[in-house]
């Protein structure tokens, strides 16, 4: 009986097998169960004995009496598995770790008690079998993870097959009377094999599963050129145990290494006549004379010669004089098969490479370039705007309704996914690039992989100039386009259609590398989109960007361990390298291993939970009270894949103990030397756990303090989340920014819920007070600090996280600067939450502004005043929920806790997009904690306040650290 499950497994448990339905005979469950990265999942079965098998990915496992344990297997052909086996009454639990996990699931009746077991890779059993028989054409891996030699209390045995392309398994045929079951996985995935389950055939694909029974053979073979995969999992009998195989009998001799089996022979010497026909396929029993060669070049396919071997009968300068001879019919036979070309226009080229690029990370292979983000104009609509449209694009277009806001959107996805998947922009010329320019810097300041295909003027220059065109007299090369070089991590104009291939490939060498990503820029002529060019076909062949973890150097890990024995109060920071290196595990191990705190900066916050004994929540300007005590005390700072920017460092003043030295773990060489740090240039994760095991016998010195501040913190943070607000001037209600914060994280939101914000005071709130519960569910544009992020990123996030509930928190200041894309959500029908926040003004500034001795000016949203001629009339009313609902979304209001709960509950229950308008208090947000922020305050100024604020300043700037 063959089961087939063609679309990707559910998110969960999926039953393949059950012992109440059609293949109750088999006596097992067997299923697939898929775990989101941050995700629980717990089982308990209380009669029967589980076994759960790691196929690939990351986790957290832990079990009843078992302790907790990370396991991570990259993919189930290279490397050998994990395989818990628990018996009756053990609850197992898994969490999803970095990309998440997926696992298969047995159990059966067994009430016999016996100890759990962790079978690591190690402990994996693996061994080539059919080898010196058949003539390998039987050879494979069999990996048996236990059986009854390891494991007799178990009723199951479980183990896994490679089938080698090509070659048989399971063979000769056999049989036993236990009842078994083979689950498949293809490399690549869109392989095949054969199989016979008595005398029945059955193509198998990726993701069958064959259930055998007492007596049948089951013989199989897979396709050449595709590596097969399988599982197999038996199920004793009571009194009868899993042993021998009983292979037919009348296959049986097959297996004697001495047996004579039939071969071709080979020739001797074969030539091909000047009338043959047929294909050359570089068979080398076949023998040619250098005579013959040219004329049998028209019926040689010469794309399937390995021209690095030599043929028998001719040397390769002989062969090579022939294919260099235009005179020859060789060289155009051979040219022909080598250079095949397609006559493409630069945009449908551009288009068709996008939509062949792949990454390959950790060994999984995933498809990179997801969509198009892009408003037309006339600078591109008919060049790539006619590629876009054409039936046999597969990429889809999101219809921005500004340019950043796409942008931002295409930034938000390419976050979420951890840089794993990314999205391009396009616009047309003059204005409609130029609003992408800052979203460029923020996707460049962020490390962020986006893709700007801005359209450009006329490269021939005829119709110059052209409407919307910049004219530069100086410089006549100057366009709209160049703005973008200083905010691209690499940029190109495309002026021939040739160009756009080496343009492309240099595009895709920076957006893969994670040293380098951010804004990558093409800029498109507007006539040169619609030229057409014969490209060569290989060039639209699949490629797949490898990105390889940097291996740290054993005198990397030395310099490292030295200076971590040398702290005695050593602090750690994590950074975004830590969330996309995938090395959220490998930190918490880290810091437990040694007693080490850690803080967060905004990238990073959100890797590890809120609860973890070692994390202080955010560092620095925007941090909290425990991260920034401690850090003022640190004798050694690990920074591990951070920028090391002025709000982590509160502006290199953070870190006031004289002997502080600095570890720079980082990918990019740049961050890694900053503030004169010791650079160790390598991927986060395996330094990490390289140094867990690099100064046995070491803890810092921090004894309960860490846990002192925490405790002191956390009730810090559960008094904010209390916190009440003055009323308005006119008696009506008003919320605390940090109570809205609270009842949000705390009560309102599902916590796997992914919130989203970028600027003003709502982030520098959430980083220090709001507590994540699963991870990456923290999305926050903090290095630009770009006003319109929130809203558009949101879109962006959504299209990514489509099963999860997606919630942007801005401000009234940040929604009035860039709300458009809440349109294109309403189209999309991409449900999105938008909490926004309306303290009537860029109150953010305002704080500042005053601190600063300065009186409030420009930054309240007040009418202006006849009398003073000034911004200080009465606050402006603005009702967003009606702005919301005018574009067809649904518009919620909240001034009262009560208010808010009920706002949210709606929300929570529509299809669409919603957005809630909630009315708070100028004042109420946070302040700083022990942290301080350098700006240029003015020295000389009527105010004396001012210059008070000026001394001030000057007198924290000697404590600042100068580089």
């Known amino acids: ?181 083979y689950h498949y996985r293809f490399l690549p995935s869109q392989g095949f094999g054969l199989t016979a389950i008595g005398n029945t055939p059955y193509i198998i694909r990726d993701k069958d599963t064959i259930f055998i029974r007492d007596g049948e053979d089951h013989p199989q073979v897979t396709a050449p050129g595709y590596a097969m995969w399988y599982l197999w999992v038996i199920r004793h009998l009571e009194g009868n145990h899993y042993g021998p195989q ?6 049986q001799w097959v297996t004697g290494p001495q047996e004579a089996i039939w071969q071709p022979k080979k020739s001797e010497e074969l030539y091909m006549e000047t009338d043959a026909r047929g294909i050359f396929t570089g068979n080398d029993d076949f023998i040619f004379n250098t005579a013959n060669l040219n004329a049998v070049s028209d019926v040689i396919d010469f794309r399937s010669l390995d021209m690095t071997d030599t043929l028998i009968g001719i040397s390769m300068p002989e062969l090579d004089r022939s294919l260099g001879d235009p005179e020859s019919d060789m060289y155009e036979a051979y040219h022909k098969g080598m250079e095949e070309t397609i006559r493409l226009t630069t945009a449908q080229a551009l288009l068709r490479f996008l939509d062949n690029q792949y990454i390959e990370v950790d060994g999984e292979e995933i498809k990179f370039v997801a969509g198009v983000f892009g408003i037309f104009g006339h600078g591109v609509v008919v060049g790539l705007g006619e590629a876009l449209a054409a039936k046999q694009n597969p990429l889809p277009f999101y219809q921005a309704k500004n340019e950043q806001g796409g942008a931002h959107a295409a930034m938000g ?197 809120w609860d973890n004994p070692y994390n202080l929540s955010g560092i620095g300007t925007t941090g909290s009270l425990a991260a920034n005590k401690l850090a003022k005390e640190a004798d050694l700072i690990i920074a591990v894949g951070t920028r090391l920017g002025d709000f982590t460092t509160c502006s290199k003043w953070l870190f006031q103990n004289p ?132 809203i558009a990123a949101a879109l962006g996030v959504k299209i990514a996280r489509p099963d999860r509930e997606v919630v942007a928190i801005v401000g009234d200041g940040a929604y009035t600067m860039l709300h458009t894309e809440l349109l294109t959500a309403v189209q999309e029908g991409k449900k999105i939450i938008i909490v926004v926040l309306d303290n009537a003004g860029f109150h953010c500034i305002d704080n500042l502004q005053h601190s600063q001795g300065i009186v409030h000016f420009g930054n309240e949203w007040k009418t202006r005043n006849a009398q003073s001629g000034r911004l200080d009339g009465p606050s402006v009313q603005v009702d967003y929920a009606k702005n919301a609902e005018s574009w067809g979304a649904l518009g919620l209001r909240a001034r009262t806790v009560d208010e808010l709960a009920q706002a949210v509950k709606e929300a929570l229950a529509a299809k669409g997009p919603v957005l809630i308008d909630v009315k708070t208090s100028p004042k109420s947000m946070t302040r700083g904690y022990e942290s301080w922020w350098r700006v240029g305050t003015a020295q000389v100024s009527t105010n004396p306040e001012v210059e008070a604020a000026a001394k001030s300043m000057a007198a924290e700037v000697i404590k600042t650290r100068k580089f």
């Open 1 to 181: 009986m063959q089961f087939h499950h063609k679309p990707p497994f559910n998110h969960g448990l999926t039953m393949l097998s059950s012992r109440a339905g059609a293949t109750a005979d088999m006596l097992m469950d067997f299923g697939v169960l898929r775990v989101n990265e941050g995700e629980h999942y717990v089982s308990h079965q209380k009669t029967d004995e589980q076994c759960w098998l790691l196929a690939c990915g990351n986790a957290e496992l832990s079990w009843t009496r078992g302790g907790f344990h990370t396991v991570s297997r990259p993919n189930l052909f290279d490397y050998s598995p994990w395989c818990l086996s628990v018996p009756l009454g053990t609850q197992v639990n898994i969490t999803g770790g970095a990309g998440g996990c997926e696992w298969y699931y047995a159990a059966t009746d067994n009430v016999k008690p016996f100890a759990s077991k962790l079978y690591t890779p190690e402990e994996c059993r693996s061994e080539f079998r059919g080898e010196g028989t058949m003539r390998e054409t039987s050879t494979r891996i069999v990996r048996t993870i236990f059986d009854d030699t390891n494991r007799p209390e178990s009723n199951l045995v479980i183990g896994e097959v490679i089938g080698v392309p090509g070659k048989w398994s399971s063979y000769p045929p056999h049989h036993h009377p236990q009842p078994e079951i």
């Open 246 to 251: 009983y292979v037919a009998e009348e296959h």
């Open 413 to 609: 996805f390419a976050k979420q996914n951890n840089r794993r998947r990314i999205m391009a922009v396009c616009s047309s010329i003059g204005p409609g690039a130029l609003n992408m320019v800052t979203a460029a810097g923020t996707a460049t300041a962020n490390h962020i992989p986006v893709l700007f295909l801005p359209g450009d003027v006329f490269a021939c220059r005829q119709p110059d100039p052209v409407l919307q065109q910049v004219e530069i007299p100086h410089d006549y090369t100057k366009t709209s386009g160049d703005a973008f070089r200083a905010v691209s991590r690499y940029w190109d104009r495309v002026n021939r259609p040739e160009q756009l291939m080496s343009a492309l490939i240099n595009a895709f060498r920076v957006l893969t590398d994670p040293a380098e990503t951010g804004a990558v820029t093409l800029c498109l002529p507007q006539d040169v989109q619609g030229e057409a060019y014969d490209y060569p076909e290989v060039f639209f062949a699949k490629r797949v960007h490898h990105i390889e973890r940097r291996i740290p150097t054993p005198g990397q890990i030395e310099r490292s361990a030295a200076m971590l024995k040398a702290a005695k109060k050593p602090l750690v920071i994590c950074g975004g390298g830590v969330r996309f290196s995938g090395a959220g595990a490998a930190l918490e191990q880290f810091c437990q291993t040694y007693h080490i705190p850690f803080g967060e900066t905004q990238a990073g916050k959100g890797t590890i939970l």
């Open 659 to 790: 002997a502080c030295r600095i570890l720079g773990i980082n990918i990019a060489p740049f961050d890694a030397y900053k503030m004169n740090g010791e650079p160790i240039i390598t991927d986060a994760k395996l330094m990490l756990e390289a140094l867990n095991t690099a100064a046995p016998g070491y803890t810092s010195a921090w004894g309960n303090r860490i846990k002192a501040v925490r405790e002191e913190w956390k009730a810090e943070v559960d008094r904010l989340y209390h916190e009440d607000a003055d009323p308005a001037p006119d008696g009506s209600p008003l919320l605390s920014q940090v109570r809205v914060l609270g009842e949000l994280n705390d009560r309102l939101l599902p916590q796997d819920g992914i919130v989203v914000s970028g600027s003003g005071s709502i982030p520098s709130d959430m980083q220090r007070v709001w507590r994540i519960r699963v991870r990456d569910t923290y999305h926050m544009e903090y290095a630009f600090s770009c006003m319109g992020y929130e």
